[in-house]
């Protein structure tokens, strides 16, 4: 009989095992789950009251995160040190105290402040393979005896089997909350693209380019028509990475955009951000950032820098650093008080660059960093191109150039006076197929620009003779760009032909005899011909081939 | 472009329109090659035209030698205006045989 007994006890202990883990399983409320666990070992070992308390990392504190009994002390903390339930947890052993008043570690303490009389507990460890999560204390068996050696070993097995399973429940909510916050990434990722400034019109003197490295940018740039016919711009960088320098990002962005249309200048518009985010504090957070204002009239521009990367202006003579400006925002109160100071720049025909670190900062091949110098010659490597276009060009260069590890932003500003005479510039595939929409597009645009029809005939016979030589000489039917820039500068028509094919060596295109009656070298011929003046001109940076010719517009 | 060649009295005459360029001179080359292989007449009707560039005068001036060299005639006929100010620009309105029709070339 004895044996059956113990044989329909340990089955029973079994089914309540299962049950607990089956409760874990189901529950998405893991208070409620370890209440309800604790309830079942309480009323299945008989104890008048029970607690459960788990160690806080945080704090190194055990907490009563359930109860059961006269009292309540849920929420109730023990610091580290003596008491019955701590000596559990240290000697990660089950305890017993049949009577409580020979055993030196009882305190009395809860039992002074609840009025409960505690004779006898049995506290068994939470813990799996040495990781220790709290313990299960009951207290007083009803009916007046002590607790037994055979209820501790129950009560060892049940508070391991918690244990395993509130692990298991830890890992599937870090798991929900990892992934929550995966979607959350992309989600904020896309609003933060969806704030930066739509491609602008061709026309447009001012674009943009942003690439992020990982999921949300601490990059940023800004382009806003004012009311009196200017541009605001501004780029920016916001120290570290992340889902907090995004946040503030996103902030700096929002105050540029309200500012700008507020402030007089943008010395000014830096000192109003600097002195708004101060008034939020940035834990240690600062911002990177140029402002600056367009007049497209005149082409001019004013800049205030606060620490950023210092912008490049391209002129006829090369680049030059704009150089002057004060250090970040959010570093200290009142460092802005007195302004900010502004550089006047007059762009003259040429192009404003303004750039995050990610461009200067990405590796080459051989693991050295692009830098300054490196940077320039991109940017003259496409300086032919419209500028969206040369700005795409750039970025998608940089993948050949090394790997990303940074966001990468990119800001043009250019004098487009001269375009707004009826300048064109346009990019085409240099295939035999697309010549027609060349022919079409230079008949067109020469015509606009006040060439007599059989003129106009004649620019299209050159381009076409020019598109020629590139598609066969310089890009040899490989795939490649052709950029076609028209223009009149006074009574010049001015066409430019740009491709980025290896030089071509000029003598070898070279026009023919014409007493050798031959096929080949007659394009050049016509060419010449047609026009008052054609010039290989040296490529920028070395790369593609730049052809110019001019003929005068006769009246 | 388009390219359309008939026999006239063992004459083969080729109709060609629309623009000339790099995308179709190899076509045309090839079709006057052929005739030329053949030693046959040709007389190309260039009325149509509205764009030649240096890539289809090569192909005539490559069809232009043959003939020479054969011994065969070898006739633009009609050309339109786009046509003979390339031919100017390239001084080969001298070099090859010119007429104002295909019935003059035919003729003649």
């Known amino acids: ?555 | 472009m388009n390219l359309n060649t008939s026999e006239i009295d063992g004459t083969m005459v080729m109709a060609l329109a629309g623009e000339v360029d790099l995308s179709h001179s190899p076509a045309l080359r090839k079709a006057l090659m052929e005739l030329m292989f053949e030693r046959r007449a040709v007389v190309v009707d260039l009325s149509a035209v509205t764009y030649v560039d240096s890539s289809g005068v090569a192909g005539l001036v490559e069809a232009y030698q043959m003939a020479r060299t054969n011994g065969t005639r070898f006739v633009l006929a009609a050309i339109s205006d786009p046509v003979r100010r390339v031919l100017q620009l390239a001084r080969l309105d001298r070099v090859f045989s010119l007429a104002d029709s295909v019935e003059a070339a035919l003729k003649g």
């Open chain 1, 1 to 555: 009989m004895p044996k059956s007994k113990a044989d329909a006890e340990a089955s029973s202990h079994l089914d309540l095992m299962i049950e607990m883990t089956s409760d874990f399983a189901q529950s998405q409320d893991v208070e409620a789950t370890l209440r309800l666990g604790l309830e079942r070992v309480a009323s299945r070992l008989g104890a008048e009251a029970a607690s459960l308390f788990l160690l806080e990392p945080d704090s190194g504190e055990l907490v009563c995160h359930a109860c059961i009994g006269p009292t309540e002390v849920v929420g109730l903390r023990l610091a580290p040190g003596r008491g019955i339930v701590w000596r559990t947890v240290d000697l990660d052993m089950p305890q017993l105290v049949r009577d409580t008043r020979h055993d030196p570690d009882f305190t009395g303490a809860i039992d002074a402040a609840t009025g409960f009389v505690t004779r006898s507990i049995l506290c068994a460890p939470m813990s799996f393979r040495g990781q220790k999560l709290g313990a299960i204390e009951l207290f007083n068996k009803q009916g007046g005896a002590a607790f037994t050696q055979a209820d501790a070993q129950l009560l060892r097995a049940l508070s391991m089997s918690s244990a395993l399973a509130l692990i298991n429940t830890r890992l599937v909510t870090a798991a929900a909350e990892q992934e929550g916050l995966k979607r959350e990434l992309v989600l904020a990722s896309e609003i933060q693209r969806a704030m930066l400034p739509p491609p602008q019109a061709p026309a447009s003197p001012i674009h943009g380019i942003n690439l992020p490295a990982r999921g949300v940018s601490g990059d940023f740039y800004e382009i806003l028509p004012l009311a009196d016919g200017s541009i605001a711009f501004a780029i920016g960088d916001v120290s570290g990475k992340g889902m907090n320098a995004s946040l503030l990002m996103t902030k700096t962005a929002s105050l540029f955009r309200c500012l700008a249309k507020r402030e007089d200048g943008p010395g000014r518009i830096l000192a109003a951000i600097d002195s708004e985010l101060q008034e939020t504090g940035l834990a240690g957070m600062f911002v990177t950032m140029v402002a600056g204002i367009l007049d497209p009239k005149t082409g001019r521009v004013v800049l205030a820098n606060a620490g950023h990367e210092p912008p490049l202006v391209r002129g006829r003579d090369g680049f030059r650093a704009i150089e002057d400006g004060m250090p970040p925002l959010g570093i200290a109160p009142d460092l802005f008080a007195d302004g900010c100071p502004e550089s006047v720049v007059e762009l003259d025909g040429g192009a404003l660059y303004l750039f995050t670190d990610g461009l200067t900062e990405v590796r080459t091949k051989d693991g050295a960093m692009l830098g300054s110098d490196g940077a320039k010659s991109l940017l003259d490597a496409f300086a032919a191109m419209p500028a969206a276009e040369r700005l795409a060009a750039v970025v998608r260069s940089l993948d050949g150039v090394g790997s990303l590890r940074d966001d990468v932003t990119l800001l043009v500003v250019e004098d487009r006076r001269l375009a707004a005479k009826g300048a064109f510039e346009r990019s085409y595939a240099a295939r035999p197929e697309t010549l027609g929409e060349i022919r079409a597009t230079v008949a067109r645009v020469a015509g606009e620009l006040g060439c007599p029809a059989d003129m106009a005939q004649d620019m299209v016979l050159a381009v076409d003779e020019a598109c020629q030589n590139i598609i066969r000489h310089a890009y040899k039917g490989g795939e490649g760009d052709i950029v076609l820039h028209l223009d009149r500068e006074d009574d010049l028509l001015v066409i430019r032909l740009m491709d980025f094919a290896p030089p071509v060596e000029v003598a070898k295109i070279k026009p023919r005899s014409l007493d050798e009656v031959r096929p080949g070298g007659l394009g050049t011929h016509l060419m010449r011909s047609v026009m008052d003046q054609v010039d290989f001109l040296a490529p920028p940076a070395g790369i593609g081939n730049l052809l110019q010719m001019v003929k005068r517009i006769s009246p």
